[in-house]
């Protein structure tokens, strides 16, 4: 209880535009970043895509702040999925990295970045998941850090294989890695994807396409990084996110 | 051949926010984690079972989502401190929860009813929680509230009365034995208000 603050210890840093009480109901903009809920190619959006129009909330604090998260929440070995079984994992060793920042280009420090992904096989480690490929027991696919004090994470992992599904005839999941992060709000949530540059499968993948902006889609393929590459040991890969929302921030201890 | 061919050109990416992508149906081994759905201690004063069914447009369960809420606690202060990923303390709470939907697409959360706190116009509002919801179909998350049907403070919070007046009731979680029920109904002639936050 001790721990907790006051509304009165944050200040609205950038409060979302309020729109008039009777523009609440209109019909949502066209959204040129996010995916829409309805897209009929994607089949499972057919029962789960909500069709009435989105409410935009006058935001209050409980939006626009957020869980904090420290040193205790994650283990350095937590970041580096390829050291949790006996042996090593099989398949292309990777480094993923990059830098989260916040619609105003500011660093976001601190905060919980979550992925999972399927194996070199394509396999995820999931009572679901019936594709026959083996599964690695070297290689359980889920990993957590935090950014650091410049916004930064980097995660060691083995380059994902590609799967079918039974989206659509014959079809296959380009290779990803998938994020979870929490920025500083509620409002700067994110799951999202990460895919590799040049996949051949990107043309028949919905998921991907639901981006239906090219620069957004564009925007998931990470980089090739060769500075990052680690001589006899690993390649990189750079995958810069930028968290949209408003935040209040914690007002400065005097 | 595939059934659906996308046209990929070598535009470059623009700078900007990331996009959404689906949870999937595979996060059920990375996400949910023990102690998840307890964002007040068992012993805490006031606390309760919130818990309810997510359902789809035909009515069917969604055994595969997962939710999380976020919300201030009895004072209205909202927790600032880490801990998350560990057990709450007896009397503690956290502020945050996240849960996975069985297969008959339940979750339960435990947690006690926060103060109302302002919006960004100062104005005040009714107790609530925020919800995210994510699932396989869902390309992005689903965003809303829950209040509580016993707080007279419903009649006047702004974003409940700028809500047409019959949809308002899918925000508003109803008395259930010593805890509330919340069902979110994603499709269909009963659909939960959405909030546009992303």
């Known amino acids: ?254 | 051949m595939s059934e659906f061919v996308y046209e990929v050109t070598d535009v470059a990416a623009s700078p900007g926010p990331m996009p959404w992508q689906t949870v999937g149906p595979f996060f059920g081994f990375a996400l949910p984690y023990d102690d998840g759905p307890a964002v007040a201690g068992a012993e805490r004063q006031g606390a309760f079972t919130l818990s309810g069914q997510v359902l789809d447009g035909e009515g069917q369960p969604v055994p595969d989502a997962l939710l999380e809420i976020w919300q201030a606690d009895e004072q209205g202060r909202f927790v600032t401190h880490p801990g998350v990923f560990h057990a709450v303390a007896a009397d503690g709470f956290r502020g945050f929860g996240r849960c996975a939907t069985d297969e008959q697409g339940r979750y339960a959360f435990r947690t006690v009813k926060p103060a109302g706190v302002p919006n960004g116009d100062g104005r005040p509002q009714a107790p609530h929680l925020a919800v995210s919801l994510f699932a396989r179909g869902m390309l992005r998350r689903a965003v809303t509230r829950v209040y509580f049907d016993d707080e007279a403070a419903n009649d006047t919070d702004p974003l409940l009365v700028s809500v047409e007046t019959s949809r308002r009731h899918t925000m508003v979680a109803t008395r259930d034995g010593g805890g509330y029920r919340f069902d979110v109904h994603v499709q269909g002639e009963n659909e939960t208000v959405f909030l546009h936050v992303d």
């Open chain 1, 1 to 254: 209880m001790g721990d907790t603050a006051g509304d009165g210890g944050f200040e609205a840093r950038r409060l979302a535009p309020q729109p008039p009480d009777e523009s609440r109901l209109a019909p949502q903009p066209p959204d040129e970043l996010d995916p829409p809920y309805s897209f009929p190619d994607y089949r499972s959006t057919a029962l789960r895509s909500p069709q009435k129009a989105l409410v935009v909330p006058p935001f209050g604090m409980t939006e626009l702040t957020g869980p904090a998260f420290g040193e205790g929440d994650v283990r350095e070995s937590d970041a580096d999925l390829t050291v949790h079984g006996a042996g090593e994992a099989i398949g292309e060793r990777i480094i993923v990295h990059g830098t989260v920042t916040d619609g105003d280009g500011r660093p976001v420090p601190h905060s919980l970045v979550e992925v999972w992904q399927a194996n070199a096989g394509g396999r995820y480690r999931h009572d679901r998941d019936r594709h026959p490929a083996p599964l690695d027991p070297n290689f359980t696919g889920a990993g957590r850090c935090l950014t650091d004090a410049e916004g930064h994470y980097r995660f060691v992992t083995i380059k994902p294989g590609p799967y079918p599904w039974k989206n659509h005839t014959n079809a296959w999941r380009p290779a990803h890695i998938h994020l979870s992060l929490f920025g500083r709000a509620f409002t700067q949530r994110l799951i999202t994807q990460m895919y590799f540059p040049g996949d051949p499968l990107f043309y028949q993948d919905p998921i991907f396409n639901g981006v239906r902006d090219e620069r957004a889609r564009k925007r998931m393929i990470s980089v090739y990084d060769h500075d990052t590459t680690v001589e006899e040991w690993a390649t990189g890969y750079r995958f810069d996110i930028v968290l949209d929302g408003a935040a209040a921030t914690p007002r400065e201890q005097p």
